[in-house]
C-alpha cells in the first residue's frame, strides 16, 4: 500500500452535488489527518483537520476510521469555487507530514 | 496574508547562474520545510529544519543548498540547475512535526 493514496479523480459534478472523497495511508500508527486544498498554480491550504470521532465544518465534513486505515471528505451542496484539487495528508514513521497526489474536483455551473 | 512569505514569487535563471530563494515565517513556529512541486505532479518534500537544524533531506542534488539561520528564516541557494529544476518551490512552517504546516506563495522557478 502507498503511504497515502487517494481517488485518482477528477470529478466532474453539478453545481449543488455531494460530492466524496476517499484516502487510505499505510502507517498505522499515524496520529495526524489533515484535507488541503489547491487551486491551480497557488499553494495548498488547510482545509480542515480530522478528528477520530469526525468533524464537521459547514458543508464539508471529515470521516476517519483508523481500522481500515481510510480517510474520507463529504462536500455537500457544491459551489463553483469548490474546484480545486483535494490533498489527503497524514503523518508518517517520522513524524513529518505526507501529501496524497491529489483529487481534482470541477464543479460546473 | 503574511503568515509565510517568500521572495521572490517568480524567476527565470540561466544554468550558470547562482540565486537565492527566502522565506520568512510570522508564525512563531519551530519546523520549516522547503518542498518542490512539478507540473501536474504532487508535491514532493526536499529539506526539514526543527529548531534550526536540518532533519530531513530526501536525496536532493547538492545544486540545492539550503540554510536555515534562525527559526523565522530559510533559504535555497541555487547553483548550476537544469531545466529540469524549473518548478513551483514551496516553503512551509509548522508547530512541530505532527502538526498542521502553513504554506507561502511560492517561487515559480524557470531554468532556461
Known amino acids: 500500500r502507498k503511504e497515502v493514496e487517494q481517488d485518482p479523480g477528477p470529478f466532474n459534478v453539478p453545481e449543488g452535488a455531494t460530492v466524496a472523497f476517499n484516502c487510505t495511508y499505510s502507517?498505522?500508527?499515524?496520529?495526524?489527518f489533515f484535507w488541503y486544498r489547491q487551486d491551480c498554480r497557488k499553494e495548498p491550504k488547510l482545509l480542515m483537520s480530522?478528528?477520530?470521532s469526525g468533524n464537521e465544518d459547514g458543508r464539508f465534513t471529515a470521516q476517519l476510521n483508523r481500522a481500515s486505515q481510510y480517510i474520507s471528505l463529504l462536500i455537500r451542496d457544491s459551489k463553483l469555487s469548490d474546484s480545486a484539487t483535494y490533498l489527503c495528508?497524514?503523518?508518517?514513521?517520522?513524524?513529518?507530514?505526507?501529501f496524497g497526489k491529489g483529487t481534482k474536483l470541477s464543479v460546473k455551473p | 496574508e503574511t503568515g509565510v512569505t517568500q521572495t521572490p514569487r517568480h524567476l527565470v535563471m540561466g544554468m550558470t547562474n547562482k540565486k537565492s530563494l527566502k522565506c520568512e515565517q510570522h508564525?512563531?513556529?519551530?519546523?520549516m520545510y522547503w518542498y518542490k512541486q512539478s507540473a501536474k505532479k504532487p508535491l514532493e518534500l526536499m529539506f526539514v529544519?526543527?529548531?534550526?537544524?536540518?532533519?530531513e533531506n530526501n536525496s536532493v542534488p547538492s545544486r540545492f543548498s539550503p540554510e536555515c539561520p534562525n527559526s523565522s528564516h530559510l533559504f535555497l541557494h541555487l547553483h548550476t540547475l537544469q531545466p529540469e529544476d524549473s518548478a513551483l518551490y514551496l516553503c512551509?512552517?509548522?508547530?512541530?512535526?505532527?502538526?498542521?504546516?502553513?504554506f507561502g506563495p511560492g517561487t515559480r522557478l524557470t531554468v532556461l
Open positions: 512551509a512552517s509548522s508547530g512541530g512535526a505532527y502538526n498542521e504546516q502553513f
Open positions: 502507517n498505522s500508527a499515524s496520529q495526524s
Open positions: 480530522v478528528y477520530s
Open positions: 495528508v497524514v503523518n508518517g514513521p517520522q513524524g513529518n507530514l505526507i
Open positions: 508564525l512563531g513556529h519551530n519546523a
Open positions: 529544519y526543527n529548531f534550526k537544524e536540518q532533519t
